[in-house]
């Protein structure tokens, strides 16, 4: 664990949701591993494992690349979508520590924002659905970015909204594309890993690596005091 004391000045800041704000990761490695045994084919836990934090645009060349040309991506990734879909109808779990660092800064009048690589309109249903959207300002989609994380266009269109600068922005990030993204954008980084600990490549980047959003929201209250 890695963590950083320094003060910054914070004047917006920015969060993932799958993995970070919300449960779903667990939900949706599940759906990739029913979908599979439906349509007669049990894959590796390594496989769907791969694919947090992946933009949709790329799973299709990945799974190509890990189960080969002859196994029925589309009919997986159709299978698995519409799985998550009727799962996600239900109530998601928060991820811990969720509600307590979001009011902590609304009462420091931080603006928040979401920024997901998943498409808006399930991004909104998740984020209505966890009675989470009215702390945020805006979200940006993964439907609505040219070059998904880790390019940090994402980052880039939400400080833009927020009419901030990128070093007085912090970001919270669970996956290693995310916290990528977060770093090239030039924000301060809380990486909060979830399924997935950070790489060596992510870790060189010296983000502050945490156990919790709980932990984060004591780390700023300690910079602010």
């Known amino acids: 664990m890695k963590i950083t004391t320094s003060r910054t000045k914070i004047t917006a800041a920015i969060f993932d949701m799958d993995g970070l704000l919300i449960d779903s990761e667990r939900m949706s490695l599940a759906c990739w591993h029913d979908a599979a045994l439906e349509l007669g084919h049990n894959i590796s836990e390594h496989i769907p494992l791969g694919m947090i934090g992946m933009h949709s ?7 190509r690349s890990e189960l080969g040309d002859n196994f029925p991506v589309a009919a997986l990734r159709a299978r698995t979508h519409e799985i998550y879909l009727e799962r996600s109808n239900t109530a998601i779990d928060l991820r811990p520590g969720v509600i307590e660092l979001l009011d902590y800064l609304k009462q420091q009048t931080i603006p928040c924002a979401v920024a997901t690589s998943t498409r808006r309109s399930i991004a909104i249903h998740h984020l209505e659905t966890t009675q ?4 945020f300002q805006f979200a940006v989609c993964g439907d609505e970015i040219t070059h998904p994380k880790p390019a940090p266009d994402i980052y880039l269109k939400a400080i833009a909204q927020l009419k901030t600068q990128a070093s007085e922005c912090i970001v919270f990030e669970d996956s290693n594309f995310g916290a990528q993204a977060g770093h090239a954008a030039g924000c301060r980084v809380f990486m909060v890993p979830d399924l997935r600990p950070p790489l060596p490549e992510t870790q060189a980047l010296g983000l502050e690596i945490i156990d919790s959003l709980h932990q984060a929201k004591a780390i700023l209250a300690a910079e602010h005091a």
Do not use: D, F, G, V
């Open 57 to 63: 645009s790329k799973t299709e060349h990945y799974l």
């Open 132 to 135: 989470l959207l009215p702390y």
